[in-house]
C-alpha cells in the first residue's frame, strides 16, 4: 500500500528509509523555515498524519502559514507517536479502559476493539510513602508497605499488561516516570515500517514537559485526554502563541540549575504565557547540558505554559550518548533532525516568535520558592525577612495572618525517640530531597552529597525534629553517589534512600513524628517543609505543614542543618563545628570544579544499560504479583480499591443534546488558585471525611486508609474525596477551611453530602471561583469528581489549560466572567439561583452567553459570560457528555 505524500514531501534517505520533509513543505510555504522549532515539530506530525479524516490538507496549510501574532482559531489535530503515564492517573485511566470494554461486551461487540493504537508505558512511581525515613531499613520497609498496601492495584495493571497489546508497565522501585523517560523511554527519533519521524508523546502527569529539555514536543494531558489518544484520537489544541525566551550569558559560581528553574518560572508567570508555548534560544540556552534543560522545561506547569521546549543539538546527542543509548541509534537521529533542518539552537533573528523575553543567565542568583506557590521566588538572602512578613499577611495575600507578637513563641518537646527538640514557628520539620525535577540532574544531587560531606566533617548535625529523606528518581543516583562515596555523608544526616518514587513531592511524606504533630496542631504552629520539588500548594506536601520551600538538594541539606527558614544563610551561621566556630553557607557550598569532578567520575553508560533492563530481577516483589486473565475485567463488588466507574451506565449509541442549564445551585464558591490538589486530593484520607467514613463503613482499619491518589480507582471513594482538601476555603461560609457547604436546608454539611441531597432533589449544581482556577496537576479526578457530584457548570475568572479541557471532557461546561466581574462583585454568597441562557445545539467556540443570576429577594441580573468550550471538537465532546461516550460511539461504530 502506497503512503499518502501531501504536498509531495515524502522523501528517502540513502538506505531507502523515507520521511516527511518539511524543507519540502516550505518550497511551497516559505514561511516554515523561520516557524518556531516545536511548531515545525508539530507540523510533520499534522504532515505525515494527513489522512483526509481525522487530520485534513487544510489542517498543514494553517499550521504551515502560521503568524506569530494572530488571532488564535485554528483547531490542531496532533496525532502522538507515544504515550506515558503514572500510576496515580494511570490506573483509573485504565479502569476506564475496563469499563469500555465491558461497556462494548455488553452491545454484543468484540471487546478487543478498545485497543491503544500507540505505545503506552506507564511507570509505577508515585505509590511509594516516606512512612520510614533517617535509617538504612527505610527503603525496604517503604517498599514492603507499598506492595502491601497496593496489592490490588498491582493485580489490576498486570491484568492490563496481558489483555492489551501496546501495554507496558515499569515496576515499582525503579524511578520517577519524567526521568525514567528521559533517561530510558525517550528515543528521539521513531520509525514505523520504512518512515522515520520525531518522538512524541502526551502524558497524564503535567511535569510530561521534562521531555522537551531533549528536544521533544510533549506535554501533560488530562487522563481522559489521554484514553482518547490512545483510541486513535488526536490530541487538539487551538494554534499557540510562541513564546521566545533568549538566553544569553552563563551561570555564576554558587548558582545551580533549580535556581536559574525558579527564576524562569516567575519570569515566564510576570509574561502570562499560560497555554502558550515557550521555546529557549540563543547562546546560553546552547551552552546549557541537557540535565540543566530538562529541569527548567520540567517547571513549564508551574510557568503556566504547555511546553518549556529546548530545540535539538549535539548536547542532545550527547546526553543521549551518556545514557548508554545505541551509537546507531544516535547516528540516525542525528541525520534525520538535520535532514529536516531542525539541528541547532536557533540564534536571534532566526525564528519569529510572538514574543521575545530576554535573559542574561549571569543575572540568576541562589533562589527559593514559596511558601505557598512555585512561581513566588525569593533570593536566599531575603527568606527571613519574606517568612517574617508572611507570617503576618492576610491569608488572602498568600500569607498566613498571625500576630507579629506570635513569631517568636517555641516550644519544647521530646520526640517518640527519646530526642529534644525544640519547635517554633518557621521550624523546618521536612527536609525532601525529591522530585524529577532534579533528581534528574547528577549536578545538583552531587552537590547535595559534596555539601553532606564537608557538613559532616566539621561536624554539623540536622536537627532532632526535621525529617530528611532521600528519593532518588532512578537507581542510576544510588549508583553515582555510591560511586562518588557521597552517599555515607547523607546517611549520616539522615537523607537515606527512602524509596524511587515521587514521595514528598506529591504529598506522600508519610507521618510526622507523633509527639512533633501534636506540638505543631497544638499551637497552631507555621512550620515548614524544604523541598527540591516543583510544587508547594497548601496541605500538598504534609496536612499540618502550612509553610513549604522549593529549593535546590543542596539547599534542601543546608536548611535541614540549620533547622529553620528564618535564617539568611548568606550571613548569618548554619551552625557550629566541632570546636564551636560558626560554619557557613559558604563554608561548605562546593565549587563548580568540585561538581565537575564528581560528575566525570561517575556517569557512565553501561550503568544505565545494566539499571534499565530486565526489571523484573530488580524487583522480585513484582513477580510475586499474580495476574487475572481475560480481554474483559471482572471487577469485584467488595473492592475498595477498583471499581467499574458510572461513566457508561446506561450507554446507547446515540449522544444527547445541548440545553440550557436552569434552576441549579451553587456547591462552591472559592477564591483565586483553587488548585486540583484542592479539588482533588492526592495525600492523607481523613477519617472523619466522607471518604474516611466510607472506608470505615467498608470494614478497612484507618491505618490501612492509603492514600487518595492510591484510591483512584475506586469512584465511591474519589467522589467523596471531591473538594474535601483540608485547606480548601468555601466563601459560602465566609472563606471557612474544608471541604464543608451549605445543604438545601441552609445548614452547614460536607460537600458530598450536600450533593447528594441537592441531585435527589433533581437540581443541576454550579461552583464558581476566581483566578488560575484548576491550576496544578494534570489531574482527571478533579474533572471525573466535579461531574459525579452533579456539577454542570464551573465559571471562573480564568482556567487552568488542563483543568478546562478536563472539564468539558466530562461533559461540565466552563464559563469564564469578563474582567472586572468576580463573585465578590456580584455579591454572590450561594443562596441565588443560576440559569445559563443561550446553551442550544447552535453553540459556536468561546461563545458569549448570559449568566442569569436569581437572588433569595427576587431580583434578577444578567451577566455576560464567555464559553471555555474553546474548539469544534469540545462542542462534538460536550454534546455526547464527554470525551469517553464521544470515543466510544466513535469506535462502536466503525466496527
Known amino acids: ?49 494527513c489522512d483526509g479524516k481525522r487530520v485534513l490538507e487544510s489542517n498543514i496549510r494553517e499550521l504551515a502559514s502560521w503568524k506569530p501574532t494572530e488571532a488564535r482559531t485554528a483547531e490542531i489535530p496532533f496525532v502522538v507517536a507515544r504515550i506515558v503515564l503514572q500510576d496515580f492517573t494511570g490506573v483509573p485511566l485504565l479502569v476506564d479502559l475496563a469499563a469500555m470494554r465491558s461497556a462494548v461486551a455488553k452491545l454484543g461487540k468484540n471487546p478487543k476493539i478498545i485497543e491503544p493504537l500507540v505505545p503506552v508505558d506507564l511507570v509505577v512511581d508515585h505509590s511509594v510513602q516516606v512512612d520510614f525515613a533517617g535509617n538504612a531499613e527505610a527503603l525496604a520497609k517503604n517498599l514492603d508497605l507499598e506492595f502491601s498496601r497496593n496489592r490490588e492495584r498491582y493485580q489490576f495493571l498486570k491484568w492490563g499488561m496481558q489483555a492489551f497489546d501496546t501495554f507496558k508497565v515499569v515496576p515499582p522501585g525503579i524511578g520517577i516516570v519524567h526521568q525514567v523517560n528521559l533517561e530510558y523511554l525517550a528515543k528521539g527519533v521513531l520509525s514505523q515500517g520504512a518512515v522515520w519521524y520525531p518522538d512524541t508523546l502526551v502524558g497524564t502527569d503535567s511535569h510530561t514537559t521534562m521531555i522537551n529539555g531533549i528536544g521533544i514536543v510533549g506535554w501533560g494531558v488530562g487522563g481522559i485526554e489521554a484514553e482518547a489518544g490512545m483510541l486513535g484520537q488526536p490530541v487538539y489544541f487551538l494554534t499557540p502563541d510562541v513564546v521566545g525566551v533568549h538566553l544569553t550569558g552563563a551561570l555564576k559560581e554558587g548558582v545551580t540549575a533549580t535556581d536559574l528553574a525558579l527564576t524562569v518560572t516567575q519570569l515566564m508567570r510576570k509574561a502570562k504565557v499560560v497555554g502558550k508555548f515557550v521555546e529557549f534560544f540563543g547562546p546560553g540556552a546552547a551552552a546549557l547540558p541537557v540535565v540543566d534543560r530538562a529541569t527548567i522545561a520540567n517547571m513549564a506547569p508551574e510557568y503556566g505554559a504547555t511546553m518549556g521546549f529546548f530545540p535539538i543539538d549535539a548536547e542532545c546527542s550527547n546526553y543521549l550518548r551518556a545514557t548508554g543509548r545505541d551509537e546507531k541509534h544516535i ?81 519544647k518537646l521530646e520526640t517518640t525517640a527519646k530526642k529534644k527538640a525544640k519547635l517554633g514557628n518557621g521550624s523546618v520539620v521536612i527536609a525532601a530531597i525529591t522530585s524529577c525535577t532534579n533528581t534528574s540532574n547528577p549536578s545538583v544531587m552531587l552537590a547535595a552529597g559534596l555539601l553532606a560531606k564537608k557538613a559532616v566533617e566539621k561536624g554539623l548535625k540536622v536537627n532532632p525534629a526535621v525529617k530528611a529523606s532521600l528519593a532518588p528518581g532512578s537507581r542510576v543516583v544510588t549508583d553515582y553517589l555510591k560511586k562518588t562515596g557521597l552517599q555515607p555523608y547523607l546517611n549520616k544526616l539522615r537523607f537515606n534512600t527512602v524509596g524511587y518514587g515521587c514521595t514528598t513531592c506529591i504529598g506522600n511524606s508519610g507521618p510526622l513524628d507523633a509527639a512533633i504533630e501534636d506540638t505543631i496542631v497544638k499551637n497552631d504552629l507555621i512550620t515548614a517543609s524544604v523541598l527540591s520539588g516543583n510544587r508547594n500548594f497548601e496541605a500538598r506536601v504534609h496536612q499540618n505543614v502550612k509553610s513549604n520551600f522549593l529549593m535546590s538538594p543542596p539547599l534542601v541539606v543546608a536548611f535541614a542543618l540549620a533547622g529553620r527558614v528564618d535564617i539568611d544563610l548568606s550571613c548569618e551561621p548554619i551552625g557550629n563545628d566541632k570546636t564551636g566556630a560558626p560554619v557557613y553557607l559558604a563554608d561548605i557550598w562546593p565549587s563548580l570544579t568540585e561538581i565537575r569532578d564528581a560528575m566525570q567520575s561517575a556517569l557512565k553508560p553501561e550503568v544505565f544499560r545494566k539499571l534499565y533492563r530486565n526489571f523484573a530481577a530488580q524487583n522480585p516483589k ?7 486473565v481475560g480481554n474483559v475485567y471482572a471487577f469485584e463488588a467488595n473492592s475498595t480499591y477498583i471499581q467499574e466507574p458510572p461513566f457508561f451506565t446506561n450507554f446507547g449509541l446515540t449522544p444527547g443534546s445541548i440545553q440550557p442549564i436552569t434552576g441549579a445551585r451553587a456547591l462552591g464558591i472559592f477564591g483565586d488558585s483553587v488548585t486540583t490538589d484542592h479539588i482533588s486530593p492526592a495525600g492523607a484520607i481523613k477519617k472523619s471525611s466522607p471518604a474516611g467514613k466510607f472506608l470505615t463503613d467498608n470494614g478497612v482499619a484507618f491505618e490501612d486508609f492509603n492514600s487518595y491518589g492510591s484510591r483512584r480507582g ?15 476555603k468555601n466563601l459560602m461560609l465566609g472563606g471557612k477551611e474544608g471541604g464543608n457547604t451549605l445543604g ?10 450536600a450533593s447528594m441531597a441537592w441531585q435527589a432533589q433533581g437540581v443541576p449544581l454550579i461552583v464558581i471561583a476566581g483566578q488560575e482556577y484548576g491550576t496544578g496537576s494534570s489531574r482527571d479526578w478533579a474533572a471525573k469528581g466535579t461531574n459525579l457530584l452533579g ?23 466552563p464559563l469564564q466572567f469578563k474582567d472586572g466581574t468576580t463573585a465578590q462583585t456580584l455579591q454572590l454568597d450561594g443562596t441565588e439561583t443560576y440559569d445559563v441562557v443561550g446553551l442550544t445545539a447552535a453553540i459556536k467556540p468561546q461563545q458569549d452567553l448570559t449568566l442569569k443570576i436569581t437572588r433569595k429577594d427576587g431580583t434578577v441580573e444578567n451577566v455576560e459570560v464567555r464559553c471555555r468550550i474553546d474548539t469544534p471538537i469540545e462542542i462534538d465532546y460536550y454534546q455526547h457528555g464527554g470525551i469517553l461516550p464521544y470515543v466510544l460511539r466513535q469506535i462502536v461504530a466503525q466496527n
Do not use: C
Not at 475506586?714 to 480548601?728: E, H, K, L, P, S
Open 622 to 628: 513484582w513477580n510475586e504479583i499474580p495476574s487475572s
Open 331 to 411: 547516528a540516525t537521529y542525528e541525520a534525520y533532525y538535520k535532514a529536516q533542518g531542525l539541528w541547532g539552537i536557533p540564534e536571534k533573528g532566526a525564528v519569529d516568535y510572538s514574543q521575545v523575553v530576554e535573559l542574561d543567565l549571569a543575572t540568576v542568583v541562589p533562589s527559593v520558592a514559596g511558601p505557598k506557590r512555585p512561581q513566588d521566588r525569593i533570593e536566599l538572602g531575603s527568606l527571613r525577612r519574606e517568612f517574617f512578613s508572611a507570617f503576618q499577611r492576610p491569608v488572602a495575600e498568600n500569607g498566613f495572618g498571625k500576630a507579629r507578637a506570635d513569631f517568636a513563641r517555641s516550644v
Open 791 to 813: 456539577v454542570k457548570v464551573v465559571v471562573a475568572q480564568s482556567f487552568e489549560r488542563i483543568h478546562r479541557s478536563n472539564l468539558v471532557g466530562m461533559g461540565v461546561l
Open 1 to 49: 500500500m502506497s503512503l499518502p505524500n501531501p504536498f509531495n514531501t515524502l522523501q528517502s534517505f540513502a538506505d531507502g528509509k523515507q520521511f516527511y520533509s518539511l524543507p519540502e513543505l516550505a518550497k511551497q510555504f516559505p514561511g516554515v523555515a523561520r516557524l518556531p522549532v516545536s511548531i515545525r515539530l508539530v507540523l510533520e506530525a499534522v504532515l505525515r498524519n
Open 744 to 753: 438545601p436546608d441552609g445548614a452547614e454539611t460536607s460537600i458530598y453530602d
Open 714 to 728: 475506586n469512584d465511591r471513594i474519589m467522589t467523596r474525596g471531591t473538594f474535601a482538601n483540608v485547606r480548601i
